[in-house]
């Protein structure tokens, strides 16, 4: 009988395991290190929600027009849902978050998923406050019509733009365009997955890819965000994921890569956590190379 002192994971958080001892000290400080990581990640996301979902929704124009897009005339409006206020790339995203929550307890670097998880997304979140509520656009997204009345053109106060998108406790997204959050999470997810080698068998690789795809499809159909913005998310989730995984690793040492190795708690462990154990050909590994030697380390 399988014994769930056994998870990869508890050993990961030097929890032990039913042949190896547990060590009290190593693991209350990998947990107080690893308790920053979900605090930071509700952090900026009620903070994108306030500075990009509320200033959004209060700023974007009401009117019944949309911008020209290649991808709106190549894809009729589709957007399959028995709840109004829900669509499928939440639920795709929804069911990313269980399939991490799930590979992190059997994987031997389950901390290390979760920590980067939280910190990635972290990082995605910050760009987009920065961008969300810059620019206004035309809305015609038939999710984010069932928080207001389409027929009402007139623009809503602070107030009731703050209580629209805080109607549910978690923010909600709408009008806030330039760059899509649904895609950059559902990609920085695929790429940890891959880095780390969270699919166990080519079938579930092709499944997750095909449900990258349907959210990617449903986003442009539910008319949640223009075309540019599926793009723009794709290039976003590539480029922190890189700029985040490359100062974890040693890789690089600009600004910011000790503090990553810091966050992730690799001055309690002594473990680089430089590469993963095999690599799965998403993320190609580099060589670091010594500058004064000039030879690999």
């Not at 994108?48 to 009729?76: K, N, Q």
């Not at 330039?178 to 079938?203: E, K, V």
């Amino acid at each position: 009988m399988y014994n769930w002192r056994d998870l990869p994971i508890l050993s990961s958080f030097a929890l032990g395991s039913s042949t190896e001892p547990s060590d009290p000290v190593k693991a209350k400080a990998l947990f107080l290190n690893f308790l920053i990581a979900p605090l930071t990640w509700f952090f900026f996301f009620y903070l994108m929600g306030f500075l990009g979902g509320v200033i959004s929704y209060w700023r974007f124009p009401r009117a019944h027009y949309d911008l020209p897009d290649i991808g709106f005339e190549l894809f009729p409006e589709w957007c399959p849902s028995t709840d109004p206020k829900t669509n499928i790339q939440s639920i795709v995203l929804l069911l990313f978050y269980s399939y991490t929550a799930v590979c992190s307890a059997l994987h031997p670097e389950g901390r290390i998923i979760l920590i980067r998880y939280f910190y990635i997304n972290s990082c995605m979140f910050m760009t987009r406050i920065t961008v969300v509520g810059v620019t206004s656009l035309p809305n015609e997204d038939m999710h984010c019509n069932a928080h207001y009345d389409p027929d009402d053109l007139t623009q809503p106060t602070f107030a009731e733009a703050f209580e629209a998108v805080f109607s549910r406790g978690m923010p909600v997204a709408c009008g806030d365009f330039i760059f899509s959050g649904h895609t950059a999470c559902t990609f920085i997810g695929m790429l940890i997955f891959h880095y780390h080698d969270c699919f166990p068998h080519p079938t579930v690789t092709i499944f997750f890819w095909g449900c990258t795809i349907l959210a990617l499809f449903s986003i442009i159909g539910c008319r949640s965000h223009y075309t540019v913005d599926v793009i723009l998310g794709i290039y976003f989730a590539c480029f922190v994921t890189s700029w985040y995984l490359n100062r974890a690793t040693g890789v690089s040492d600009e600004w910011g890569s000790r503090l990553i190795r810091w966050l992730e708690g690799q001055h309690i462990t002594n473990e680089s956590h430089r590469y993963p154990k095999k690599s799965s050909g998403s993320l190609p590994t580099m060589k670091v190379v010594n500058p004064k030697s000039n030879t690999a380390l």
